[in-house]
């Protein structure tokens, strides 16, 4: 199965999150698992390649040619296959096409950017692949927090809260994504009426 991990790109998080990053690549790894990803060399990104890599798992890159043309030198050097796009929004679309399954793991903007689309496509009923949200020290309590409020005010129903799992071990995220029944999502129960 081809696994996308969305996460953080910077290089200033703390230990905790790149050390849990590079366990959940070695065990995506050694479960048959692939990674589909960003393709960036730092941060969470960077550590789930590099757990990867040390297991001898495939990576697929997906990097806007921006970022290599900048000359920053951000993508991750070990990757099986690369794709460059033009934009932003290619990168996300290959993302999503390429995988068969979601993990959002703790990241800035463009993390937060990436698990909405990702939920909003799967309400709307456009996929329907599992996605895990990879909470590690806490770090979506009050994402989890603003997901209830919104429920409590009827902005969206708890079915739709329940088209991602949070989950802080990561055996859980894989037993969960390999045992993920299609079926049991019913699009017509997430909608607002």
Known sequence: MKICVYGAASSLIDESYIEA????????????????FGGGAKGMMGSVA?????????????????????????SYGKCTEYIYTDTMGER??????????????????????????????????RHNKPIVVFDINGFFDELANALYKMVQQKFITNDC???CKVC??????????ENYDQSEIDISKVKIR
């Open 21 to 36: 990053g590079k366990e959940l690549g070695r065990k995506m790894a050694k479960r048959g698992h692939g990674l589909v």
């Open 50 to 74: 590099k757990g990867v890599t040390e297991e001898n798992g495939d990576i697929l890159g997906i990097i806007p040619k921006f970022f290599e043309e900048a000359g920053a030198e951000v």
């Open 92 to 125: 996300k679309q290959l993302l999503e096409d390429k995988s068969d399954a979601f993990i959002i793991a703790p990241g800035g903007i463009g993390t937060f950017d990436e698990f909405f689309q990702t939920l909003t496509l799967k309400q709307l009923g």
């Open 161 to 163: 809260v329940e088209l």
């Open 168 to 177: 802080t071990d990561i055996d859980e995220i894989l037993d969960y994504i």
